[in-house]
């Protein structure tokens, strides 16, 4: 029979120990797992604010083309990268009696080319390029035009 002294006790556990501890290393090396999570992105288009700032005369027939102009209101606090403003005619609100529409006006070169980030702030970079005039129908009579206000609606991308 085998005589169990101090020193085989202490051999022997320190054997278990080194299995014990070589198991838990073999198992946290071999554990996976996975999981999911999410991000949210701001879109800043929907919260930067085109403004016009150019100021056009009022219209008339034969009126040579007016310059569209302005810049960004930018309230959120980050660089906002715009591409181009496009700018269409919403609506024309006449003041009097008549009929008066889109139709009598021309809006030419109305998608304006940008390409700059504009900073956070207001009064913030640059746009133009597209001009406005009154439409000269020949042998219409364009009365309910005058005085009229041109809606206009621009858009950024």
């Known amino acids: 029979m085998l005589k169990v ?22 198992a946290y090396w071999t554990a996976g797992g996975s999981g999911d999570g999410t991000a949210a992105t701001a879109n800043p288009t929907d919260q930067l604010v085109v403004q016009q700032t150019g100021t056009l005369t009022a219209m008339f027939p034969g009126d040579s083309p007016q310059t ?3 810049n960004f209101d930018n309230p959120t606090g980050n660089l906002v990268r715009v591409n181009k ?11 009097g009696a008549g009929t008066c529409d889109a139709t009598d006006y021309i809006l030419s070169s109305p998608a304006m080319t940008v390409n700059a980030e504009i900073p956070d702030g207001t009064g ?13 129908k020949a042998g219409v009579n364009q009365d309910g035009c005058k005085g009229a206000t041109v809606n206009l609606h621009y858009v950024v991308s």
């Open 68 to 70: 569209l102009s302005g």
């Open 85 to 95: 403003v496009t700018a269409s005619i919403a609506s024309v609100t006449p003041v």
């Open 5 to 26: 002294t101090k020193r085989r006790c202490i051999v022997l556990l320190g054997v278990i120990a080194a299995v014990v501890v070589a198991g838990a290393a073999i």
């Open 124 to 136: 913030q970079g640059n746009w133009t390029g597209a001009t406005i005039q009154f439409r000269d």
